[in-house]
């Protein structure tokens, strides 16, 4: 059984940065696709990056240029690098697995995942 668990949030002010970890169990994260989503109170979770079984991201378009998804093979652990923050990017962040490989071209939607983390808050102030 794959377990994740989400590191790394915080506070910050607007235009500073944050690192999210996600360290996996269970299951090796070069062979499955993981994703990471955010979801502020009244709004639907929305993904907000993907990187694929064989190392390629995508992003959505509200976080391209900001956001580097990336992974650490031997520490079995995907990162969200989060630069120039803004309070729009204030939400809570899950990220997710997949039980299988596969190559995206696009975020795929939140089912296309199998395990979820519980969540890491991040608040940005202006």
């Known amino acids: 059984e794959m377990h994740v668990a989400e590191s790394g949030g915080g506070s910050v002010q607007a235009g500073g940065s944050l690192r999210l970890s996600c360290t996996v169990s269970?299951?090796?994260?070069?062979?499955?696709?993981m994703g990471w989503f955010r979801q502020a109170p009244g709004t639907e979770r929305e993904g907000v990056a993907v990187?694929?079984?064989?190392?390629?991201?995508m992003y959505a378009g509200s976080v391209r240029g900001r956001f580097i998804i990336s992974r650490d093979n031997d520490r079995n652990t995907v990162y969200l690098q989060m630069n120039e923050l803004s309070p729009e990017d204030t939400a809570m962040y899950y990220c997710?697995?997949?039980?299988?490989?596969?190559?995206?071209?696009?975020?795929?939607?939140?089912?296309?995942?199998?395990?979820w983390g519980q969540g890491t808050q991040v608040t940005v102030s202006s």
């Open positions: 990187i694929n079984s064989d190392g390629s991201t």
């Open positions: 997710a697995a997949a039980a299988f490989g596969g190559r995206w071209s696009i975020v795929p939607h939140s089912g296309a995942y199998k395990y």
């Open positions: 269970g299951h090796d994260v070069s062979t499955c696709f």
